[in-house]
C-alpha cells in the first residue's frame, strides 16, 4: 500500500457505510506512521477485533491500536468530547499508550448539548434516520457561521458569545418542534471550561502538521467515515449524511492540497447494506434478510440498529468508483456468503422500461428501479482460512472477478473474518 509512489493513501467506503474501513484502517496503519480521521463525528462506530479484544472507536483513528503510530482528528470532523474522553479512557484502561499519540485540530467544531437536543426532537432527523448524536446540528452551526471551534476555549469571552449564538436558535428550533426543553447557557459554558483542561492540550493545526509530515515523506492514512453514497452532494439526498464523505472531502478535512494524494482505497462489502432509511434497490426480502443480518452481525456499531442487507450493488460502486477517483478496492464479509447456495449482482437498473448500467441522481427514479441480476453459484465452504487467492474456492474467485470487472476498479484486498490476520492481499 505504501511505497515509494504512495505516502498519502485516503480510505473511503464507497457503498452506504459500514463496509468495514476500521479493520481496513488497522490492517494498513501497521505501516503506518499518521492516521488522520477527515470528516464526520461520534456517528461513525469502526469496529476493530484483535482476537482477544474488540475495539469500537468513534472519533479516534483506528491506527491508534499501533503503538507508535500518530493520530490526528481533523478540521473536517465536528467532535464530541464527552465521547472523545470516553474513547480515550476506555482505550487507556486498555492498555493502549494514548500519551503524546493524539491530535485535533484546533479547527474542528464541537458537538455540544443542544445541538443533540435538537436533533432528537427534530422531526426529520427522525425521518432521515439519523444517528441523533447532534452531528447535523452542528455542521448546520458551523456553515451558518455561529459553531464553536476548539480554539474558541482559548477565549472565555469569544466562547459565551458564540455559545449564545448557537444556543438562541437551537431554543428557537426546539419551541418550533414544540418541545418545552431548555437549554442553559451558563451550564454549556461551565461544561466547555471544564473540558477545556483536557482539550486544550490535544489541540494542534492538523493541517500545518500533516502538510509536514507529507513533505517528509511520511506514510499517512487517511480515514473517512460513513460511505460515499451518504455524501451531502453526492449520496442518496436527503437520506444523507451533514458532511462530505468522499475522497475530496479528506483534501478539505484534514487541510492538505489534493495532489498531495497518491491513492485512494474504496472499501466494500461482498454484499450491500444501509442503515435508516433511504433507498437500497437490491434489499432482500425475508426470510434472507433476517439470515444474511444474522450470519453478519449486521447491527450498528454505533446505535445498534440492524442494517438492511441486499445483493453486490455494480452500479453504486462503479459510482463511487467514478466520484472518489478509486485507485483499487478492499472487499470485505466474503466469508458472511459462504453458506448460500447461490448469489446475485446487481448489473442494471430497469426504470419505466429502460434499463439503465449507472446510478441516477434522481431519488424519484430510484424508488422505480428494478434491480437486473446475474446470477452464480456459492461456494458452500468456509473462506475464513483463506490466507492467498488460492486458498479461495473457484467460485469465491469467480465472484470477485466479476466484481471487479464490474466497477472497474482492481480488488487488492479481501476480507474473510472480522480478526486483523483475516485478509487476503493480492
Known amino acids: 500500500m505504501f511505497g515509494s509512489e504512495s505516502h498519502v493513501v485516503v480510505v473511503v467506503g464507497a457503498q452506504w457505510g459500514d463496509e468495514g474501513k476500521g479493520k481496513l484502517v488497522d490492517v494498513l496503519a501497521e505501516r503506518a506512521d499518521w492516521v488522520v480521521r477527515y470528516q464526520g463525528g461520534a456517528n461513525a462506530g469502526h469496529t476493530v477485533d484483535l482476537g482477544d479484544r474488540t475495539f469500537v472507536l468513534h472519533q479516534i483513528p483506528s491506527g491508534i491500536l499501533h503503538p507508535g503510530v500518530r493520530c490526528a482528528i481533523g478540521n473536517g470532523v465536528v467532535l464530541d ?133 507529507v513533505k517528509a515523506k511520511a506514510a499517512v492514512l487517511l480515514e473517512g467515515a460513513q460511505g460515499s453514497l451518504l455524501d451531502i452532494d453526492h449520496g442518496t439526498y436527503p437520506f444523507v449524511t451533514s458532511s462530505n464523505t468522499t475522497a475530496g472531502g479528506a483534501s478539505i478535512g484534514v487541510g492538505i492540497g489534493p495532489s498531495e494524494i497518491d491513492r485512494v482505497l474504496g472499501v466494500v462489502k461482498a454484499y450491500t447494506t444501509r442503515v435508516g432509511n433511504g433507498p437500497l434497490p437490491t434489499e432482500f426480502d425475508e426470510p434472507l434478510q433476517s439470515e444474511v443480518r444474522a450470519l453478519g452481525n449486521e447491527f450498528g456499531a454505533t446505535t445498534g440498529r440492524a442494517r438492511r442487507c441486499g445483493w453486490f450493488d455494480a452500479l453504486v460502486v462503479k459510482y463511487a468508483t467514478r466520484v472518489n477517483g478509486l485507485s483499487d478496492l478492499a472487499v470485505t464479509k466474503l466469508d458472511v456468503l459462504d453458506t448460500l447456495p447461490e448469489l446475485k449482482i446487481c448489473t442494471g437498473y430497469e426504470i419505466d422500461g429502460e434499463v439503465h448500467e449507472d446510478f441516477p441522481s434522481d431519488l424519484l427514479a430510484l424508488e422505480k428501479v428494478v434491480p437486473r441480476y446475474e446470477t452464480y453459484p456459492g461456494w458452500r465452504k468456509s473462506t475464513a482460512d483463506a490466507r492467498a487467492l488460492s486458498d479461495l474456492p473457484t467460485a469465491a474467485r469467480k465472484y470477485l472477478d466479476r466484481i471487479e470487472s464490474l466497477v472497474e476498479a482492481p480488488i487488492t484486498y479481501v476480507s474473510v473474518g472480522t480478526r486483523r490476520d483475516q485478509i487476503i492481499g493480492l
Open 81 to 213: 468530547p464527552d465521547t472523545l474522553f470516553d474513547e480515550i479512557d476506555g482505550l487507556v484502561k486498555a492498555g493502549v499508550d494514548v500519551e503524546g499519540r493524539l491530535y485535533v485540530s484546533e479547527r474542528a467544531h464541537l458537538v455540544l448539548p443542544y445541538h443533540k437536543l435538537v436533533d432528537g426532537e427534530s422531526a426529520s432527523s427522525k425521518a432521515i434516520g439519523t444517528t441523533g448524536r447532534g452531528i447535523g446540528p452542528a455542521y448546520e452551526d458551523k456553515v451558518a457561521r455561529r459553531g464553536v471551534r476548539l480554539l474558541d476555549l482559548r477565549h472565555p469571552e469569544r466562547l459565551r458569545e458564540v455559545v449564545e449564538k448557537g444556543a438562541e436558535n437551537a431554543q428557537a428550533r426546539l419551541v418550533r418542534y414544540g418541545s418545552d426543553k431548555v437549554i442553559d447557557v451558563d451550564a454549556v459554558v461551565a461544561l466547555l471550561e471544564r473540558l477545556a483542561l483536557r482539550l486544550l492540550p490535544l489541540a494542534d493545526d492538523v493541517s500545518l502538521t500533516v502538510h509536514r509530515a
